[in-house]
């Protein structure tokens, strides 16, 4: 044999090795460890690349054409594919009864690549897409267990799933239960942002948390939990019916009692209040707030208890001192202080406490000069600074 043809061989048997790897991490494939040659119809291998393609929603040809092997290829999900049920087998889920519907979940270690306050913001923010639908509320302890752990790790990690490098598998999840049960593992070798390049944290996150609450993969292409990672638009992001039908079957329906979402196109749309925060500028309005910066197009939407949870809806006005990277929050005759994502101790305080006569009920603005270092508050027609 040439050494070309050799080299040609071994190229084709290392991609070979690849997709049966594939199919035996995802699909249930099972083989001997050695590699499969031979690729006649209705062979086991061919039934496996035929359930493939019909989860995955493609042309089912039972080869490895090239969309077959263009999905191959694209960073996905560690949790296999192999079922044809919406949840994990028996459906786990948490105990609605459990501590009042109360979710503990800590962070073990973050990132490298994303400040610290950043992986805590998409952290929370994942957790809110399922929050929002169904009867459950998250809350984050620093020590000891908890229902979900989360942690950055890099190949193997003690859980005999380890991760594949960069590509590939990006994270997965384990299904409600004791010991590793509900625990989310995220690989430490993919390029973690929180824009839209690398591994957004915030989507991989929710999709994992899907499977942290008992959620299977879905076979519809723009649902939350469907294998195959893809970016979302931030901006525009909501939680895709499927995903919403398949959390509420685990979880009763969280039945609304607010009010839709403000409409971002609507020309007479206006604020509570505005103020900037570690560099961006953040706009609430009623329980909602957007966070921008100035040189990004994207825009973040939240909820305000998604970041603060004790705070009211309807704020009236906000200012950051930036000398102490603290943000004053106004409502009624009280006020807050936060420092990133935590309310500092103490607060709510009246704003009596900060000099105001009695008559003043109610802050309308307020801003800090950090050239004149003077903060100025406006009260109907009048200011104090």
Same mark, same amino acid.
């Given at each position: 044999m040439r050494k070309l043809?050799?080299?040609?061989?071994?190229?084709?048997?290392?991609?070979?090795?690849?997709?049966?790897?594939?199919?035996?991490?995802?699909?249930?494939?099972?083989t001997d460890g050695k590699p499969v040659l031979r690729w006649k119809s209705n062979t086991p291998i061919v039934n496996k690349i035929k359930e493939m393609q019909e989860f995955i929603g493609l042309?089912?040809?039972?080869?490895?054409?090239?969309?077959?092997?263009?999905?191959?290829?694209?960073?996905?999900?560690?949790?296999?594919?192999?079922?044809?049920?919406?949840?994990?087998?028996?459906q786990p889920k948490w105990g609605t009864q459990l501590f009042l519907c109360i979710i503990f979940e800590r962070i073990l270690n973050y990132t490298p690549d994303m400040a610290q306050v950043d992986v805590d913001a998409a952290i929370k923010k994942a957790f809110t897409v399922w929050s929002n639908v169904i009867p459950l509320t998250f809350t984050r302890v620093d020590r000891g &267990?908890?229902?979900?752990?989360?942690?950055?790790?890099?190949?193997?990690?003690? $859980? !005999? +799933?380890?991760f594949d490098g960069p590509g590939g598998t990006v994270a997965h999840a384990y299904a409600p239960g004791n010991g590793i049960g509900g625990d989310a593992h995220f690989d430490e070798d993919e390029d973690w942002?929180?824009?839209?390049?690398?591994?957004?944290?915030?989507?991989?996150?929710?999709?994992?948390?899907?499977h942290s609450l008992g959620l299977f993969h879905s076979r519809h292409p723009d649902s939350l939990m469907y294998p195959v990672y893809r970016h979302f638009?931030?901006?525009?992001?909501?939680?895709?019916?499927?995903?919403?039908?398949?959390?509420?079957?685990?979880?009763?329906?969280?039945?609304?009692?607010?009010?839709?979402?403000?409409?971002?196109?609507?020309?007479?749309?206006?604020?509570?209040?505005?103020?900037t925060f570690r560099g961006e500028i953040?706009?609430?309005? &009623?329980?909602?707030?957007?966070?921008?910066?100035?040189?990004?197009?994207?825009? $973040? !939407? +939240?909820?305000?208890?998604?970041?603060w949870s004790p705070l009211p809806s309807g704020l009236d006005a906000a200012y950051e001192f930036t000398d102490r990277d603290e943000t004053f929050l106004f409502k009624g005759n009280e006020?807050?202080?936060?420092?990133?994502?935590?309310?500092?101790?103490?607060?709510?305080?009246?704003?009596?406490?900060?000099?105001?006569?009695?008559?003043?009920?109610?802050?309308d603005a307020a801003l800090y000069n950090a050239i004149k270092r003077k903060t100025y508050y406006f009260v109907s027609n009048k200011y104090w600074r």
């Open positions: 043809d050799y080299l040609v061989c071994r190229r084709c048997l290392i991609i070979y090795l690849f997709h049966q790897k594939y199919l035996e991490n995802y699909y249930s494939f099972k042309e089912v040809t039972g080869q490895l054409d090239s969309n077959t092997l263009e999905v191959m290829q694209k960073p996905r999900c560690g949790v296999p594919d192999v079922a044809d049920f919406s949840t994990f087998a028996g &267990d908890a229902d979900i752990l989360i942690s950055f790790a890099a190949r193997v990690h003690n $859980d !005999f +799933n380890p942002t929180k824009g839209s390049q690398g591994s957004n944290l915030f989507f991989v996150a929710a999709h994992e948390f899907g638009d931030s901006k525009t992001f909501r939680l895709h019916q499927d995903d919403i039908n398949g959390i509420q079957y685990l979880y009763e329906p969280l039945e609304p009692t607010e009010p839709l979402p403000p409409n971002t196109c609507d020309p007479n749309l206006t604020f509570d209040a505005v103020t953040m706009f609430f309005k &009623d329980k909602y707030f957007w966070r921008k910066h100035p040189t990004s197009r994207e825009v $973040d !939407f +939240n909820l305000i208890s998604s970041f006020f807050w202080v936060v420092k990133g994502d935590t309310i500092l101790s103490g607060y709510p305080k009246k704003i009596r406490d900060l000099g105001f006569p009695k008559g003043v009920k109610k802050i």
